[in-house]
């Protein structure tokens, strides 16, 4: 019988606009493009110019400190852009797709019969591997380590969050030989998150050779970093890997066909989307591909990913490639006078009694981008501790990441939180402290100074 675990401090922010389990499939993008930006920690070095032909799996950049690690395209065509910020920081390698698509195929064998080095290498080689990170720090695993365990968490608590059992209801088989990939990368278990729903069904309930725990409560109850905080947390020096269960699935895609193969399933949800649902689509693709399905009379916020961590994206911007949905809700580009003097507001949600809306608990709200507020002084209010359900002081951790005093960051639990994990502290936050900005200059500084 699987460990309940019960998540009591966390937050469910209830927006409208959450999906419908209806699939379509996305018109063809006109481009698609891989961000080095998505990718947290790396120097790209880049191996094509623009002009020049691809296929799908073709590499496009590497990492400078780990030239193994590869990015590879999502689709066979033409570079048609090479798109560069300030001081000529690589930001997009844009692909134009042909009319048909060709593959660097890989001679993938029998994947079982494989050992873990043969598994590495196929993996670095064919462009998947990208699709691990790694706790500490949120970024790329090193292909050199060994983890002591491997975290998938299967379900999403975010607001509007994907239905991953949904998402992954035609790949069982690929999600099983994905699972017995990674059960070769790592000497220990290979944990899988599940909540009460997709624990009793779906195909999260049937695959073989993990460790599943269910946990329940609020979010953050579906972030990885909650799960490794119960379960094994990290201590100085160990490290553990991470993987979005789709990725699970498209990395035993990848074994089962021996091409790069990014298709993926995605939510687009938000108030501001005609018809939230899910879109069959590739990696990188151009939010053109989905623009019909947008309330065009607005100019909202597109955003890939949820909108506590996701990206801020034009309207012709391209999905981030770790990213389950885009998100689209109404731009915060007004001012209301006197709004902190209102008592009677239903259409604002609070966090606290200031406002009748905590009445209504279950009611969804339409949610625009307004700090309602500037910054002010960094203060001690409680607020944080009651959304974060980790054993961590974020507000010491924060400050001491202000201060650049590696022992006490150390000690205060760097090395198990990334954005994603304060993302509702900053939402809390009564003094709009760039909460996410600050602990992603911690783990830099981390590590610079400890490489």
């Known amino acids: 019988m699987s460990k309940v675990v019960k998540i009591k401090k966390g937050l469910d922010i209830k927006l409208k606009g959450s999906a419908e389990k209806v699939l379509a499939k996305a018109t063809i993008a006109e481009s698609y493009a891989v961000k080095p930006t998505d990718f947290a920690g790396l120097m790209p070095k880049l191996v094509v110019k623009q002009g020049d032909q691809v296929k799908v799996g073709t590499p496009l950049f590497f990492d400078k400190n780990r030239p193994e690690i590869m990015f590879v395209s999502p689709v066979s065509g033409t570079v048609s852009a090479i798109n560069r910020g300030e001081r000529r920081k690589l930001l997009e390698v844009v692909v134009t797709p042909g009319t048909e698509q060709e593959y660097e195929k890989h001679n993938v064998g029998n994947a079982a019969s494989l050992n873990r080095e043969e598994l590495i290498a196929l993996m670095l080689k064919g462009g998947v591997w990208p699709f691990i990170k790694q706790r500490p720090y949120g970024i790329i695993a090193n292909p050199s380590d060994t983890p002591k365990d491997i975290f998938i968490s299967g379900f999403d608590t975010a607001p509007l969050g994907v239905d991953m059992d949904f998402i992954l209801t035609n790949e069982a088989e690929h999600f099983q030989k994905g699972i017995d990939i990674l059960k070769k990368l790592t000497p220990n278990k290979v944990h899988l998150g599940v909540t009460t729903g997709n624990a009793a069904s779906g195909i999260l309930k049937k695959v073989k050779g993990v460790e599943s725990t269910i946990f329940t409560g609020p979010h953050p109850a579906g972030n990885v970093g909650v799960h490794i905080n119960h379960i094994a947390p990290i201590n100085k020096g160990e490290i553990v890997w991470t993987i979005d269960p789709q990725l699970v699935a498209l990395l035993g895609r990848f074994f089962t066909s021996g091409i790069y193969n ?9 108030s501001e989307v005609k018809r939230p649902q ?3 689509i590739i990696t990188g693709a151009s939010l053109k591909c989905i623009a019909y399905n947008i309330a065009s009379e607005n100019s909202p916020r597109y955003i890939s990913g949820n909108v506590l961590t996701g990206t801020e994206l034009s309207a012709d911007g391209f999905l981030g490639f770790y990213d389950n949905m885009i998100s689209v809700i109404p731009e915060g580009n007004h001012h209301e006078l006197f709004g902190w003097a209102k008592l009677f507001r239903p259409k604002v949600f609070s966090t606290s009694h200031a406002y009748l809306s905590f009445l209504t608990p279950n009611k969804k709200y339409a949610l625009d981008t307004n700090l309602n507020g500037g910054e002010r002084a960094f203060v001690m209010t409680g607020q944080y501790e009651k959304v974060l359900p980790m054993d961590i002081y ?13 022992d006490k960051m150390e000690q205060l639990g760097i090395y198990e939180v990334i954005e994603e994990d304060l993302a509702l502290c900053e939402f809390v936050c009564t003094s709009k402290t760039e909460v996410q900005a600050i602990l992603r200059k911690g783990i830099d500084l981390m590590i610079k100074e400890m490489s």
């Not at 990014?262 to 938000?270: D, L, S, T």
């Not at 400050?399 to 590696?406: F, P, V």
């Open 262 to 270: 990014v298709e993926k399933i995605i939510a687009v949800a938000g």
């Open 278 to 280: 899910y879109f069959r």
């Open 394 to 406: 974020p507000v010491y951790l924060l400050k001491a990441i202000l201060a650049e005093d590696i």
